[in-house]
C-alpha cells in the first residue's frame, strides 16, 4: 500500500527561479554595466570645461559653443526612446552594441575635426545619441536579473560606480583649459574609451532580456552569444554535429528575432500621462533638474565670486561627485532593507527565487519609505545653498552643500527610477527611457532659464524658488504616491486599452 501509495505521489514541482544568472554571473555583470554607464556621464562633464578654448578654435561665439550642449541634451531624451525601447524586445547586448558603435566613431570624427562648427554640432548629436541610452538599458539588465527585493545592492554599486565619471570629467576637462594645450587628445581619449568598452560588449555581455532568454535558461542563436563563448563552442565542437543544438534552440526560444524591430516610441511616451507613473516621474526627475543646475552654476559661482581658476573650478565638482557616489552605494542598502521591512509589516513572505508578483504589493509604500526625512533635509540644503554663496560664506560651505545634494539628488532619482521598472515589469527599458526624457526636458528647461531668472531674482530667490517647486512640491508628491499609488497602479493595469502594445502582448503571453 505504502508503495502505491508512493506512486500515486504527484511529483514535487520546484518553483521556476527568477533568474539563472548565479550570483559571480551577476557581479560580473555589475562591473561590465558600471563600465559601458561611465559613457555620458563622462563625456558630458568632461565637455563643459572645454567651452571657452571651443569657441576660440572654432572662431566662434561662446553662446554659438553653448548650443551643443543643448544639443547634447536633447539627443539625451531622444536616444533612449529609439534604443532602449527596442531593447525590451530586441534584446539588450545588439542594442548596447549598436550604441557603443555610434559613440565611438562620432567621437573618432570630433577628434579629427578641425575647422568645422556644423561637423562639431553633428557629432556631439552623434556622441549623445550613442551613449544617453545606456542608463535605460542598464535599468533593464537589472530589472532582468534581479528580483524586485535585491535590485537596489546592484544598481546602487553599478550607478555608484559609473558616477566615478563625474569625478573625472571636470578636473581633466578643467586640466586641460587651464594649460591651454588644445582639447583633440580629449576626444582621442574618448574613442579609446569606446573602443575597449565595445570590445568589452562584444566579448563578455551576454543577453539578458527576458522577452529573448526568459529568465536566462532559454538558449539563443550564435549570433547572440559573446565572442568569446563562440570561440569557445568553435574549439569544443569541433567534429561534432550541430543539428541537436540547432532543434533545441528553436524549442527553447519562445519566438525567434532575427530581424531588427523598433518598438513605437509612443507606448513609452504615453508613460508619462497616467496618474501613478507621473507621481514617480517626478520625484526622479525634478532632483536630477536642480542638480543639473547646481552643476551648471558652478563655474560663474566660484570664478566670480570665490575667484577660483579653470582648475580649481573643476576641483569644484568633486565634493557633490563624492556625494553622488556614496549616495549611490548607502541608497542601494536603504532600497533593499526598505523593501524587507515594508513586507514584514504586511505579513508578505519574500520569494528570493522566482521574485515577488508586484500587483497587491505595496511597492510605491516601500520605495518611498523614508521619503519625508530626506527631503527635509534636501529642502534645506537646497534653499541654503542660494543663499550662502549670496552671502559670499566660506566656499566651505557651499562645497559641504553640493555634497549633501548630490547625495540626496542621486539618492531621489535613483530609488524613483527603480519604481519606474518595478511598476512595468514587462518594459522596464521603455519605463527607464520615459523617465529620462522627463528629466532631460525638465534640466534642458531648468538650465536655459537658470542665467535669466538669477539675474532678474538674484541666486539666493532662484535656489528658494528650486527648493519649493522641487522640495515642497515632493512632499505632495510622496504623500500621494504613498496613499493612492497602488490604487492608480492597480486601475491602470486593469484598463488594457492604457497598456503599451508590448505590455499587453506580454500579459498574454503570461
Excluded at 460 to 469: E, N
Excluded at 472 to 501: C, Y
Amino acid at each position: 500500500m505504502s508503495s502505491g501509495s508512493k506512486a500515486l505521489e504527484a511529483p514535487a514541482t520546484q518553483p521556476v527561479p527568477y533568474t539563472t544568472f548565479t550570483s559571480s554571473r551577476k557581479k560580473l555583470l555589475t562591473l561590465i554595466l558600471t563600465t559601458t554607464m561611465f559613457a555620458s556621464p563622462l563625456t558630458a562633464t568632461i565637455y563643459l570645461p572645454l567651452l571657452p578654448l571651443l569657441a576660440t578654435h572654432f572662431h566662434t561665439s561662446l553662446q554659438a559653443i553653448n548650443l551643443t550642449v543643448t544639443l547634447y541634451v536633447v539627443f539625451q531624451a531622444i536616444s533612449p526612446l529609439i534604443f532602449s525601447t527596442t531593447s525590451d524586445t530586441v534584446g539588450r547586448r545588439p542594442i548596447l552594441l549598436a550604441t557603443y558603435t555610434i559613440y565611438t566613431f562620432a567621437s573618432l570624427g570630433l577628434a579629427l575635426n578641425k575647422h568645422s562648427y556644423a561637423a562639431l554640432l553633428l557629432l556631439r548629436a552623434l556622441q549623445s545619441l550613442g551613449a544617453s541610452a545606456v542608463l535605460a538599458v542598464a535599468y533593464g539588465v537589472i530589472a532582468d536579473v534581479c528580483p524586485p527585493a535585491e535590485r537596489g545592492a546592484m544598481q546602487g554599486f553599478a550607478i555608484g560606480g559609473s558616477n566615478l565619471a563625474t569625478c573625472l570629467g571636470p578636473v581633466v576637462g578643467g586640466w586641460v583649459a587651464l594649460k591651454s594645450g588644445g582639447f583633440t587628445w580629449v576626444f582621442w581619449a574618448l574613442v579609446i574609451f569606446g573602443g575597449v568598452v565595445l570590445l568589452l560588449i562584444g566579448t563578455a555581455l551576454p543577453e539578458t532580456a527576458r522577452n529573448v532568454v526568459g529568465n536566462g535558461s532559454a538558449e539563443v542563436p550564435k549570433w547572440r552569444q559573446t565572442w568569446w563563448n563562440i570561440l569557445k563552442k568553435k574549439k569544443s565542437t569541433s567534429g561534432k554535429g550541430k543539428g541537436g543544438g540547432e532543434d533545441k534552440d528553436a524549442g527553447a526560444r519562445k519566438k525567434p528575432l532575427l530581424s531588427f524591430k523598433m518598438t513605437n516610441p509612443w507606448a513609452c511616451l504615453r508613460i508619462l500621462f497616467w496618474r501613478d507613473t507621473a507621481l514617480v516621474l517626478w520625484m526622479s526627475s525634478s532632483p536630477y533638474a536642480v542638480w543639473y543646475c547646481v552643476q551648471t552654476s558652478i563655474p560663474s559661482i566660484y570664478k566670480n565670486t570665490y575667484g577660483f581658476n579653470e582648475l580649481h573650478i573643476g576641483l569644484t565638482y568633486l565634493p557633490g561627485a563624492a556625494g553622488v557616489i556614496l549616495g549611490s552605494y548607502l541608497n542601494g542598502k536603504l532600497m533593499d532593507r526598505n523593501y524587507s521591512i515594508t513586507a514584514h509589516s504586511i505579513g508578505h513572505k519574500i520569494d528570493r527565487v522566482s521574485g515577488d508578483n508586484l500587483d497587491d504589493f505595496p511597492i510605491e509604500r516601500a520605495r518611498a519609505r523614508g521619503a519625508y526625512w530626506l527631503l527635509v533635509v534636501y529642502t534645506c540644503a537646497l534653499a541654503g545653498y542660494g543663499w550662502v554663496v549670496k552671502s559670499h560664506v566660506h566656499e566651505s560651505v557651499p562645497l559641504l552643500l553640493q555634497f549633501v545634494l548630490g547625495m540626496l539628488c542621486t539618492s531621489f532619482q535613483q530609488t524613483f527610477s527603480t519604481l519606474l521598472v518595478d511598476i512595468f515589469p514587462s518594459s522596464p527599458s521603455a519605463a527607464a527611457a520615459a523617465g529620462n526624457t522627463v528629466k532631460c526636458v525638465l534640466s534642458a528647461v531648468a538650465v536655459a532659464t537658470l542665467q535669466p531668472l538669477v539675474e532678474a531674482l538674484g541666486i539666493g530667490w532662484f535656489f528658494t524658488m528650486l527648493t519649493v517647486l522641487s522640495g515642497a512640491g515632493g512632499f505632495v508628491v510622496a504623500w500621494a504616491m504613498i496613499t493612492k499609488g497602488l490604487e492608480w497602479r492597480t486601475a491602470r493595469v486593469k484598463s488594457a486599452d492604457n497598456l503599451p502594445k508590448d505590455a499587453i502582448r506580454e500579459e498574454k503571453r503570461r
